[in-house]
């Protein structure tokens, strides 16, 4: 078995984004993401209200450059106006055609 290297990149935001942040990683490249309810605590404490419902964390294996046009757009975009972290982790995936377009 082939292992094929890539970019894991993590996305956890505000419930309000995870369509506009999905259909984004999509137009840059990704092929495909995973997508959960998540909560926590960070540097704001924890989330007084859950009216807009829980934060979601949003997941998707990308080549390198696909990796770099997504972060320059969640930078870009969203961290000034919202509760958004964003990072990316080298990983080695079997099946690396399922996720990586050529």
Same mark, same amino acid.
């Given at each position: 078995?082939?292992?094929?290297? !890539?970019?894991?990149?993590?996305?956890?935001?505000?419930?309000?984004?995870?369509?506009?942040?999905?259909?984004?990683?999509?137009?840059?490249?990704?092929?495909?993401?995973?997508?959960?309810?998540?909560?926590?605590?960070?540097?704001?404490?924890?989330? !007084?209200?859950?009216?807009?419902?829980?934060?979601?964390?949003?997941?998707?294996?990308?080549?390198?450059?696909?990796?770099?046009?997504?972060?320059?757009?969640?930078?870009?975009?969203?961290?000034?106006?919202? !509760?958004?972290?964003?990072?990316?982790?080298?990983?080695?995936?079997?099946?690396? !055609?399922?996720?990586?377009?050529?």
């Amino acid at each position: 078995m082939e292992l094929v290297k !890539a970019k894991l990149i993590t996305i956890i935001t505000e419930r309000l984004l995870r369509h506009e942040i999905t259909d984004m990683i999509k137009l840059k490249g990704a092929t495909g993401y995973t997508r959960s309810e998540v909560e926590g605590e960070g540097s704001r404490g924890i989330r !007084a209200s859950d009216f807009e419902g829980r934060n979601v964390k949003i997941e998707t294996i990308v080549s390198e450059s696909v990796a770099d046009a997504i972060m320059q757009e969640v930078s870009e975009n969203y961290f000034e106006n919202y !509760a958004v972290i964003a990072y990316v982790r080298d990983v080695e995936v079997a099946r690396g !055609a399922k996720y990586l377009r050529r």
